[in-house]
């Protein structure tokens, strides 16, 4: 299963990035093996003891090496998943940020989205392909040796682990792989890749309660009562699914919303004056232009402040004349400017980097003044 983030400062990237101890690196980002896989590593080893027991018994207390180092198998099988994952993501153009692994298995996260429904279908799909290739070559060794011993055991269970990781992974819905493979189906379909994750989305929520009901009424179907232990785990299964469905669906409303924003929604429209005009003079050029903000431009045209309008209303009308406009105005760093043609992500990214450098920025459009954006409106447009 894959995870994406959006992009952010190298700072926010540490402060974000998943707990745990980073045991190696590939396709540039770090191997992470997340606390919470020792319990994972626990409990699964305590629930393979079992099976090795019964196939040899001669090896008393061994038989919980041998079941730990299925689950060293199992994970690296989990590795080898993510790390399709990545290396195909990066072949693309889609930098991975980390590669971990958890309680359930494994994540790979990324700082962007992917940059087209194809590159999104084939990245998620190459994860469980690589693990339906490693149980035929489970298989085959199993086949090979076929000596009924532990070590036939170990490459049978890997068999059988890789095939259902891949074949459970390639169910369409949210969180899993099949879903980001509808996801792409429906954006590549409609061009609209956040109605392609809410029908992604949804299906996970479906398949979530599937298992919850497989673990539930196929026992009865059968005239028998549901093993305790089948639910539960179902409902744990469940619940994880449902919750990243879940997530998915809130990310694409807010990707919704995100793709709905323009420069209308969120900026001021405005002019540009020279510095040495009047405040009076840069009144009538907003008034005839149907502006509502001013910006002040330095001798070489850089926006380098704006009109604060409270205090532009507080100078008599009679000395606006000779007030100059910089008298009522409010610098404006280098550079807290944005491209007056973008619109959706790449226009909430643009302002985003430039409010590093003020709370008000100017946008232009090949040099000309066009509007003027506040952080606080483009804030209240994404809450919206």
């Not at 429904?117 to 040796?145: D, H, Q």
Request: proline share 6%.
């Amino acid at each position: 299963m894959t995870a994406t983030r959006p992009p952010s400062t190298p700072e926010r990237d540490r402060a974000r990035r998943s707990q745990g101890w980073v045991i190696g690196h590939a396709a540039g980002a770090p191997i992470v093996l997340a606390p919470s896989w020792l319990l994972a590593a626990v409990v699964l080893t305590l629930l393979f003891a079992p099976t090795v027991r019964a196939r040899a018994e001669h090896l008393g207390a061994l038989v919980y090496v041998v079941a730990l180092a299925f689950v060293v198998l199992l994970f690296a099988s989990v590795l080898v998943h993510e790390l399709a994952h990545g290396l195909v993501a990066r072949a693309r153009g889609q930098q991975p940020q980390e590669f971990v692994l958890t309680l359930w298995g494994g994540h790979t996260s990324f700082g962007a989205g992917a940059p087209s429904a194809g590159t999104n279908a084939l990245v998620a799909v190459v994860g469980p392909l690589a693990n339906l290739v490693l149980c035929g070559v489970f298989l085959v060794l199993a086949r090979a040796l076929d000596d009924g011993g532990v070590v036939g055991l170990l490459l049978y269970s890997g068999a059988v682990a890789n095939g259902f990781v891949g074949l459970f992974n390639l169910v369409p819905g949210l969180p899993l792989d099949g879903g980001r493979v509808l996801e792409a189906a429906v954006w590549g379909a409609t061009g609209v890749r956040h109605r392609g994750t809410i029908v992604a989305a949804w299906a996970g929520r479906v398949v979530a309660v599937g298992v919850v009901a497989w673990a539930l009424l196929l026992p009865l179907s059968r005239g028998l009562q549901p093993s305790l232990f089948n639910v539960v785990w179902a409902a744990v299964i469940g619940a994880f699914l449902w919750s990243g469905a879940s997530q998915a669906l809130r990310g694409a409303r807010t990707q919704r919303t995100v793709d709905a924003i323009t420069l209308a929604t969120i900026g001021r429209r405005a002019v540009g004056v020279a510095h040495t005009d009047s405040l009076a003079h840069a009144g009538a050029v907003a008034s005839a232009a149907g502006a509502a903000e001013v910006v002040v431009l330095a001798p070489d045209g850089r926006p380098a402040a704006y009109v604060d309008r409270q205090a532009a209303a507080s100078v008599p009308p009679e000395a606006a004349g000779t007030t100059p406009v910089t008298a009522t105005s409010i610098p404006l760093p280098v550079g807290a400017v944005v491209d007056g043609r973008l619109a959706g992500g790449p226009l909430v990214a643009a302002v985003g980097q430039a409010s590093r450098l003020s709370p008000v920025v100017v946008a232009t459009v090949d040099g000309r003044v066009v509007a003027l954006v506040r952080t606080s409106d483009v804030v209240a447009a994404l809450r919206s």
